[in-house]
């Protein structure tokens, strides 16, 4: 599915000039959008929330976009985060039969001042089961060293825990952290021990070819911890 929504990703970039005068070529950029106060608001997407568009436009990545009602309108309407519960693109394909969402989810970014920060923005829903949610999103990773600075635009996974009320996405790397201990103590060592021993091959090949590994990981934490 993360393949699918990375497709979708890069076509929303690389429209041609051609295409843009021409509407019915233009559906793939159609979405209802639903404020915090559950209003919808349809239309198509000008300029978009994610990361590479927000390289070129200096912004905040992941985090706002423009909104017009028809393909060549003029008059753009810009949503953030902070406005908006979800988007979802209205054209579906035989592949991708439930279309693509995006959901306004406060993200983990631990700094100096708080282990405990978070980031509203933009993550694209990418599976989920009873006990979680699995999401993706891009950003730019940027390393310098003495001669030069270097941007990599990256994919991030993040899971969201059923049982978290403030509904935060943690990005995987975290999962092996403190910051599980509030709400999942004891899953800090039980991801860490995931792909270790025998058993933990077979996962870690699995793995390769399933990405909702992340949910079975949880789902047998849980197991373990009688839930």
Not at 11 to 29: D, G, H, I
Not at 145 to 165: A, E, H, K, P, Y
Not at 202 to 210: C, P, S, T, Y
């Amino acid at each position: 599915m993360i393949l699918l929504a990375v497709t979708v990703f890069i076509m929303l970039t690389t429209v041609s000039q051609a295409e843009a005068k021409n509407p019915e070529a233009q559906e793939f950029r159609r979405v209802v959008v639903t404020l915090n106060d559950g209003t919808t608001v349809e239309g198509y997407v000008k300029n978009s929330w994610h990361a590479d568009n927000a390289l070129l436009k200096m912004k905040r990545e992941n985090y706002s976009f423009t909104l017009v009602p028809t393909p060549d309108s003029k008059e753009a309407t810009k949503y953030t985060a902070e406005e908006v519960r979800s988007i979802e693109y209205t054209e579906k394909t035989e592949s991708n039969p439930d279309g693509i969402r995006w959901e306004s989810r406060p993200v983990a970014y631990p700094n100096f001042k708080s282990r405990y920060n978070t980031n509203r923005q933009f993550v694209c829903c990418d599976v989920a089961n009873n006990n979680a949610a699995l999401y993706w999103w891009k950003r730019w990773d940027v390393t310098t060293d003495r001669t030069r600075q270097t941007r990599r635009l990256i994919t991030i996974g993040g899971i969201r825990f059923g049982n978290d009320s403030d509904g935060i996405v943690y990005p995987y790397e975290l999962v092996g952290t403190m910051l599980m201990d509030k709400r999942n103590p004891g899953l800090k060592e039980f991801y860490k021990q995931w792909f270790k021993g025998p058993e933990g091959k077979v996962r870690k090949n699995k793995a390769k070819e399933n990405g909702a590994w992340m949910l079975d990981m949880y789902d047998a934490y849980l197991k373990q911890q009688g839930q």
